[in-house]
């Protein structure tokens, strides 16, 4: 499947499937052409230009006011790629450096980068290889955009670096050695374009909204097994209530229980408490505010990889090369530490779920086995959840609060989005965990009920489930199952078709 890159906007629909069915990306020919346009214009203004050209003529941050002579342009650019990649700490993942390959050519194909054709290419011959540069995941400031994280990206196009490349980590000159390619010979403001950027900071906010769009349908899917199990009501999820309060989340969450619910004869017998705890009553404002939180979230993002944002940029019809900021993550940085808190707010009401179930109460046997006291049950499991909602509530400090002056003060205020998208992944994939260890617990706690009890809808994906985690009778190793129980939710595809009857 061939992904052409042209006006159309990113969308996260796009970046999905370019993940997930390997797509070929190319430039289109109207995408050629304004790049060599932007080229073309940014060479003959070099030549007529008197004044000085901040990092095309000149040196970059406080050393702005150097004039770089025209015959050290090219190695000033080079110079500037191997003195920024001081990348530290682990090896960001690959599904996020690819994205970062696809992003930052996307982003220089807009035609204001001055960039060659040759050097936007390369990033695609990385990416549609899956020859994936080895990025650090400390370093970033998040203004001047992701600067140490997108040199260790583009440090393959001059040979330099490593490479994962076919389950191996390997030197960048050896997979030009086997692709039989050159290192490209950067021009004036290249290595610039190159580096200035939020393609880090957007990556990691594209992998948080592609899993966030998955994980908030199956924290709806195993809130509704959760309340099956513990004997739920069904009155706090009916229409009447979420009309008079509309929001949009909390409408949704509402009405995806209704259905999901459809059906069963646990939720309608009789004899249930008055009230419910506010960890099942309030599913719809809590799940739906989170919901909305997501939706800003993915607005500012998409926003984001449709932009322009290296320094200076070119525009050849208004005969301008404007020197600005809109290398600065604060957008992003904002939205980041904001999904987070959220996210870590939906973990925080499923290990209370999970307590619930544990707990012996509603005729449920105490940590879930037939004998406790002899058989420990699923008492440690939830210790394992409030261990990694605890943690999720100190990785939510916001990150955007926080600046420190760099370049000798030349650059006074930065975003720190960069730290704020590394804690936003750790988030989110922490909430993965809890919601794993929920969906363990509910299940288990159904069969007391009666799986046959329940709707046909959720009898069919616990049937699903059931096929890798078994019902625990005595104790087990429950590490096997907990890690099965994460496969099942990071594989899982569950039909939603039919929520749109109502939704």
Same mark, same amino acid.
Request: net charge negative.
């Given at each position: 499947?061939?992904?052409?890159?042209?006006?159309?906007?990113?969308?996260?629909?796009?970046?999905?499937?370019?993940?997930?069915?390997?797509?070929?990306?190319?430039?289109?020919r109207?995408?050629?052409?304004?790049?060599?346009?932007?080229?073309? /214009?940014?060479?003959?203004?070099?030549?007529?230009?008197?004044?000085?050209?901040?990092? +095309?003529?000149?040196?970059?941050?406080?050393?702005?006011?150097?004039?770089?002579?025209?015959?050290?342009?090219? !190695?000033? !650019?080079?110079?500037?790629?191997v003195?920024?990649?001081?990348g530290?700490g682990?090896?960001?993942?690959?599904?996020?450096?690819?994205?970062?390959?696809?992003?930052k050519?996307?982003?220089?194909?807009?035609?204001?980068?001055?960039?060659?054709?040759?050097?936007?290419?390369?990033?695609?011959?990385?990416?549609?290889?899956?020859?994936?540069?080895?990025?650090?995941?400390?370093? $970033?400031?998040?203004?001047?955009?992701?600067?140490?994280p997108?040199?260790?990206?583009?440090?393959?196009?001059?040979?330099?670096?490593?490479?994962?490349?076919?389950?191996q980590i390997?030197?960048?000159?050896?997979?030009?050695?086997?692709?039989?390619?050159?290192?490209?010979?950067?021009?004036?403001?290249?290595?610039?374009?190159l580096?200035?950027?939020?393609?880090?900071?957007?990556?990691?906010?594209? /992998?948080?909204?592609?899993?966030?769009?998955?994980?908030?349908?199956?924290?709806?899917?195993?809130?509704?097994?959760?309340?099956?199990?513990?004997?739920?009501?069904?009155?706090?999820?009916?229409?009447?209530?979420?009309?008079?309060?509309?929001?949009?989340?909390q409408?949704?969450?509402?009405?995806?229980?209704r259905?999901?619910?459809?059906?069963?004869?646990?939720?309608?017998?009789?004899?249930?408490?008055?009230?419910?705890?506010?960890?099942?009553?309030?599913?719809?404002?809590?799940?739906?505010?989170?919901?909305?939180?997501?939706a800003?979230?993915?607005?500012?993002?998409?926003t984001?990889?449709?932009?322009?944002?290296?320094?200076?940029?070119?525009?050849?019809?208004?005969?301008?090369?404007?020197?600005?900021?809109?290398?600065?993550?604060?957008?992003?940085?904002?939205?980041?530490?904001?999904?987070?808190?959220?996210?870590?707010?939906?973990?925080?009401?499923?290990?209370?779920?999970? /307590?619930r179930? +544990? $707990?012996g109460?509603?005729?449920?046997?105490?940590?879930?086995?037939?004998?406790?006291?002899?058989?420990?049950? %699923?008492?440690?499991?939830?210790?394992?959840?409030?261990?990694?909602?605890?943690?999720?509530? !100190?990785?939510?400090?916001?990150?955007?609060?926080?600046?420190?002056?760099?370049?000798?003060?030349?650059?006074?205020?930065?975003?720190?989005?960069?730290?704020?998208?590394?804690?936003?992944?750790?988030?989110?994939?922490?909430?993965?965990?809890?919601?794993?260890?929920?969906?363990?617990?509910?299940c288990?706690?159904?069969?007391f009920?009666?799986?046959?009890?329940?709707?046909?809808?959720?009898?069919?994906?616990?049937?699903?489930?059931?096929?890798?985690?078994? %019902?625990?009778?005595?104790?087990?190793?429950?590490?096997?199952?907990?890690?099965?129980s994460?496969? %099942?939710?990071?594989?899982?595809?569950p039909?939603?078709?039919?929520?749109q009857?109502?939704?």
């Amino acid at each position: 499947m061939n992904l052409l890159i042209d006006s159309q906007p990113l969308t996260f629909e796009i970046l999905e499937s370019a993940l997930t069915l390997g797509t070929h990306a190319e430039l289109s020919r109207e995408v050629v052409q304004r790049i060599q346009r932007c080229r073309k /214009y940014l060479d003959e203004k070099i030549l007529q230009q008197r004044e000085p050209l901040y990092g +095309i003529t000149t040196g970059f941050g406080s050393l702005c006011n150097r004039t770089i002579s025209t015959h050290d342009l090219a !190695q000033l !650019q080079r110079n500037l790629v191997v003195s920024h990649a001081c990348g530290l700490g682990a090896p960001v993942d690959n599904t996020i450096v690819k994205l970062m390959l696809l992003l930052k050519a996307w982003g220089l194909a807009k035609g204001n980068s001055g960039v060659q054709v040759a050097t936007v290419q390369r990033l695609l011959d990385l990416y549609n290889h899956g020859a994936l540069p080895v990025v650090r995941e400390l370093g $970033s400031l998040g203004a001047s955009g992701d600067l140490a994280p997108l040199a260790h990206l583009v440090l393959p196009l001059l040979g330099l670096g490593e490479v994962h490349y076919k389950g191996q980590i390997i030197p960048s000159s050896n997979l030009n050695k086997v692709l039989g390619l050159s290192p490209v010979e950067l021009q004036s403001k290249e290595g610039l374009a190159l580096l200035n950027g939020t393609q880090f900071m957007s990556a990691h906010g594209v /992998y948080v909204m592609l899993k966030a769009k998955r994980l908030l349908y199956l924290a709806d899917m195993i809130g509704a097994i959760a309340i099956e199990a513990y004997n739920g009501r069904i009155d706090p999820f009916l229409s009447e209530l979420h009309a008079i309060r509309p929001h949009k989340g909390q409408q949704e969450t509402a009405s995806n229980i209704r259905m999901m619910l459809e059906g069963s004869r646990l939720i309608g017998k009789t004899g249930k408490a008055v009230q419910d705890p506010y960890s099942f009553r309030c599913i719809p404002q809590v799940h739906g505010a989170v919901k909305d939180t997501a939706a800003y979230f993915g607005s500012v993002i998409l926003t984001e990889i449709n932009s322009v944002t290296d320094n200076p940029t070119i525009f050849p019809d208004e005969d301008k090369i404007l020197s600005g900021g809109n290398f600065h993550g604060e957008p992003l940085a904002f939205a980041l530490d904001f999904v987070s808190i959220a996210l870590a707010e939906l973990g925080n009401i499923a290990e209370r779920r999970i /307590y619930r179930l +544990i $707990s012996g109460q509603r005729g449920l046997p105490e940590f879930l086995v037939a004998h406790p006291g002899l058989n420990s049950g %699923f008492m440690i499991p939830q210790y394992a959840a409030a261990s990694v909602v605890s943690q999720n509530k !100190q990785l939510c400090t916001p990150a955007s609060v926080d600046s420190i002056t760099s370049s000798n003060e030349q650059e006074d205020h930065v975003s720190m989005g960069a730290n704020a998208a590394t804690k936003a992944v750790r988030v989110i994939n922490n909430l993965e965990r809890i919601l794993a260890l929920e969906m363990l617990t509910a299940c288990q706690a159904l069969e007391f009920r009666g799986i046959g009890e329940t709707s046909p809808y959720l009898q069919a994906i616990i049937a699903d489930y059931r096929k890798t985690v078994p %019902f625990v009778t005595d104790d087990v190793l429950m590490y096997e199952l907990i890690d099965n129980s994460l496969n %099942f939710i990071r594989e899982y595809r569950p039909d939603t078709s039919f929520l749109q009857k109502e939704n």
